[in-house]
């Protein structure tokens, strides 16, 4: 179907993400601050908790990492 993202590709992007994870985390990177439209925001942090809800098993490990370091809130 078109506009139907599969698991195949979400596993794609997750293995780059992963690996840009992996580089980006030996790297000292300045903090910064950035400053969303309120709308933009408050939908992204309910898209956010709505996968919370019943996360994969990796999701949840990957979140819960981002969270303790504060990449997320």
Do not use: F, H
């Amino acid at each position: 179907m078109i506009g139907v993202m599969s698991d195949e590709t979400y596993r794609g992007d997750a293995a780059v993400l992963g690996q840009v994870g992996i580089v980006l985390a030996g790297i000292d990177l300045p903090k910064l601050q950035v400053q969303l439209p309120r709308l933009l925001a408050e939908k992204a942090i309910a898209a956010w908790n709505e996968k919370l809800t019943n996360p994969r098993p990796k999701r949840k490990l990957a979140r819960s990492a981002c969270g303790a370091t504060s990449q997320v809130r």
